[in-house]
């Protein structure tokens, strides 16, 4: 027990085994479970978690069958000749006093393979392969499959087991009428449809035997049309709850779903009224999820009665020590999951490697080590934007004596923008965590201070690090000297107000985010989970199946007229994430953001901006137009630092500030830090 969020740190007992704290590392993948190769820097990356006192870990999807898999040699436990590679990870986690459970995850018709099964040969919109639909004898292969992995699991080394039984995936496709369409004793009514999650949970029980974890997640609100309804959801729980599951894990929503469950908008711990309504069905602990990102949130829910435990995936890539510093009381020390999905989610789905946008170290355990330095020097940090914070916190953490020099009366340089972006308030999280971190480790910070090279060179530096940032760019269009012009800067610091008509230039990141801005005004209701339920048509009590209906009551549309221009043809903020840049769309399109694409600039005026659309000549009748059309490095003091002999780094936005994103600068600051 603690006095810091005391239902967060009171212990629980399974009978068999007990947990010190409420707080599981949720299941994500990372990449690292597909390769062989790869199972010491898992075991790294899940050691380091242990040691920062998660009271269980569930780790990434490993499929039970070839059929199961994700992708073609993606992770799989079906033999004994793979435990070795299983046993470094469990004896890791043990070492460090944690506990660790598999999930178990059939892919079914999300497999991206022309080996997928599924209860029926449905294709899903999202994977470019049609499952075959399994034979009767085929689903009890299936079965069989599970519970000799669980086995399996068991003789790595691993505390238990968890069905992935939500998000869309085989168990999942099994329990909706959307993807079952069987007429055998697998298909049909509701509770024919539950009996694939049933029987798998029986095997495995019978299996492993009675003192091992068997978690099951279910999907508490599939979110997709044809999905299951709220009282279906509630029997499964039931119904596995009998079958010998040990705690009920949730998931929300399937991928394929068009419903943000994950994203910055959603509201912190929106969806725990849902794991109240199963609690209060069953016997076992039940785990809730999603935007839990930090203690207050999560002892809130705790305390209320919502959930027995709580499950954090993000939070826990962003800071291993979460939950220690918790206990602790030391939670303004959280590195907070921003849930910007930039470097974790987009990443796997893109094939590669997780991470984590605000700690580059996250799944780089085995060789992004901050150690303390044996030649302790005098550093200058300038521009104190995320990659000089993140350069400056570590250079000071290992030991060197840094000053930080920031010509801002505050610290953070575009992340101040970012958090101003209605559905981005995370990012101030960002901004409190360093504002901590920088005096936890001496930095000597110099706010409103515009350096120049002589003055930095009066000082008695070992070296600098440019971390001045990126400037607007200027595009080359008549009339930009317009006094209705203006830079996304001015109008996100709040320093301009945009009139009511506007045409925003340039359609990327920023682009995006200005016109989000703009359109949403004020509009916090988004923020309160009754008014991201309405914005994005959520039945949360799943009346309707699936819990989707077409109501869908939007932020008011302002009475400003926004247009959004881009010179290319490919869809407005292509480059965006792929977990993100379609929310981002819809909720444009909804606000009625009018997005024009293929645009030639002509000139500004008094009349507003002028623009040729293919053969058309348009004139918009704008009172501002905003600049969105890229960054230029801003870079001035390089040639008189340079000339002195003492060695210069140049990071970030000032490095390179084409497609700069947060992820890439703060990387590239620790990995310099880490290394002078
Ligand atoms: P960006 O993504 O490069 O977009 C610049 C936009 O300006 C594009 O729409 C480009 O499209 C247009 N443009 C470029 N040169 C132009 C010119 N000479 N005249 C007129 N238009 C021009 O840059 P950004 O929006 O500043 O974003 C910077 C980085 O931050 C990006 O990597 C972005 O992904 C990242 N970011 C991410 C988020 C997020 O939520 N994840 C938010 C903000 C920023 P056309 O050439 O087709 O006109
Ligand atoms: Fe959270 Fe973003 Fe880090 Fe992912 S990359 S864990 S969403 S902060």
Same mark, same amino acid.
């Given at each position: 027990m603690t006095d810091h969020f005391p239902h967060l740190f009171s212990p629980l007992d399974l009978g068999f085994m007990t947990l010190p704290n409420r707080v599981v590392m949720g299941s994500m993948h990372t990449g690292l479970e597909d390769r062989s190769r790869d199972y010491g820097k898992l075991a790294a990356y899940f050691a380091e978690r242990a040691r920062g006192e998660v009271a269980l870990i569930i780790t990434g999807g490993i499929a039970p069958s070839l059929s199961?898999?994700?992708?073609?040699?993606?992770?799989?436990?079906?033999?004994?000749?793979?435990?070795?590679?299983?046993?470094?990870?469990?004896?890791?986690?043990?070492?460090?006093?944690?506990?660790i459970c598999m999930q178990i995850l059939h892919a079914g018709r999300y497999g991206h393979h022309p080996f997928c099964v599924a209860p029926s040969a449905i294709r899903s919109r999202i994977t470019p392969f049609s499952p075959r639909a399994l034979t009767t004898r085929g689903v009890s292969r299936q079965i069989r499959a599970y519970a000799r992995c669980a086995v399996l699991a068991r003789e790595a080394g691993y505390d238990g087991v968890e069905i992935m039984g939500s998000e869309g995936y085989l168990i999942n496709q099994f329990l909706a009428p959307r993807t079952n369409r069987r007429t055998d004793r697998w298909g049909g009514s509701a509770v024919r449809r539950m009996q694939f999650a049933v029987a798998v949970t029986e095997a495995v029980r019978t299996a492993v035997g009675p003192d091992f974890i068997v978690i099951f997640r279910l999907s508490a609100l599939d979110?997709?049309?044809?999905?299951?309804?709220?009282?279906?959801?509630?029997?499964?729980?039931?119904?596995?709850?009998?079958?010998?599951?040990?705690?009920?894990?949730?998931?929300?929503?399937?991928?394929?779903?068009?419903?943000?469950?994950?994203?910055?908008l959603v509201p912190r711990a929106a969806y725990s009224v849902l794991t109240s309504r199963i609690r209060a069905h069953v016997g076992i602990p039940v785990m809730a999820t999603n935007r839990i990102n930090m203690p207050e949130t999560a002892e809130a829910l705790l305390a209320r009665g919502d959930a027995d435990l709580v499950s954090l995936a993000r939070p826990l890539l962003a800071d291993p020590d979460w939950v220690h510093k918790a206990r602790k009381g030391r939670d303004d020390q959280i590195n907070t999951c921003i849930a910007c999905n930039q470097s974790c989610l987009d990443r796997v789905f893109a094939r590669r490697y997780a991470s984590c946008l605000v700690n580059p170290r996250c799944c780089n355990e085995t060789e992004l080590n901050v150690v303390p330095t044996r030649v302790p020097r005098r550093y200058a940090v300038v521009g104190a934007g995320p990659a000089g914070l993140a350069c !400056?916190? $570590? *250079?000071?953490?290992?030991?060197?004596?840094?000053?930080?020099?920031?010509? =801002?009366? #505050?610290?953070?340089?575009?992340?101040?923008?970012?958090?101003?972006?209605?559905?981005?308030?995370?990012? !101030?999280? $960002? *901004?409190?965590?360093?504002?901590?971190?920088?005096?936890?480790?001496?930095? =000597?910070? #110099?706010l409103g201070v515009h350096i120049q090279a002589p003055d930095l060179l009066k000082e008695d530096f070992d070296g600098f690090i440019l971390a001045t940032g990126a400037r607007p760019r200027l595009p080359m269009i008549t009339g930009l000297d317009h006094p209705a012009v203006h830079y996304y800067d001015e109008i996100l610091s709040g320093r301009v107000r945009a009139g009511n008509h506007v045409a925003v230039i340039g359609a990327g990141g920023v682009?995006?985010?200005?016109?989000?801005?703009?359109?949403?005004?004020?509009?916090?209701?988004?923020?309160?989970?009754?008014?991201y339920f309405r914005e994005w048509g959520v039945d949360p009590l799943a009346a309707t199946r699936g819990g989707v209906t077409d109501v869908k009551t939007r932020p008011p549309v302002p009475e400003r007229r926004i247009w959004m221009l881009r010179r290319g043809h490919g869809k407005p903020g292509a480059g965006l994430g792929r977990t993100t840049g379609w929310v981002h769309r819809a909720r444009l399109r909804a606000l009625g953001v009018e997005m024009l694409t293929g645009v030639t600039y002509e000139r500004v005026d008094d009349e507003g901006l002028h623009i040729r659309v293919g053969t058309e000549h348009r004139s918009l009748?704008?009172?501002?137009?905003?600049?969105?059309?890229?960054?230029?490095?801003?870079?001035?003091?390089?040639a008189g630092l340079e000339r002195q002999g003492r060695p210069v780094h140049v990071i970030g936005g000032a490095d390179q500030a084409v497609e700069l994103d947060a992820a890439r600068a703060i990387e590239q600051a620790t990995r310099l830090a880490v290394t002078l």
């Open positions: 199961g898999w994700l992708a073609p040699f993606s992770a799989r436990l079906d033999r004994r000749s793979q435990l070795r590679r299983h046993r470094l990870v469990t004896n890791a986690v043990h070492d460090e006093g944690g506990r979110l997709v049309e044809g999905g299951s309804l709220g009282e279906e959801v509630m029997q499964l729980a039931a119904a596995v709850e009998k079958s010998g599951a040990t705690m009920l894990d949730t998931g929300i929503g399937w991928h394929e779903a068009r419903v943000p469950t994950v994203q910055s !400056a916190a $570590t *250079l000071a953490e290992r030991g060197h004596d840094v000053s930080l020099f920031e010509q =801002d009366s #505050r610290i953070g340089g575009q992340f101040n923008l970012a958090a101003r972006v209605p559905g981005k308030e995370e990012f !101030a999280e $960002t *901004l409190r965590y360093f504002r901590r971190r920088l005096v936890v480790v001496g930095v =000597d910070l #110099r682009g995006v985010d200005v016109a989000t801005f703009l359109a949403m005004g004020n509009d916090r209701n988004s923020r309160h989970p009754d008014g009748a704008v009172h501002t137009v905003v600049v969105c059309a890229g960054q230029e490095p801003q870079r001035e003091l390089l």
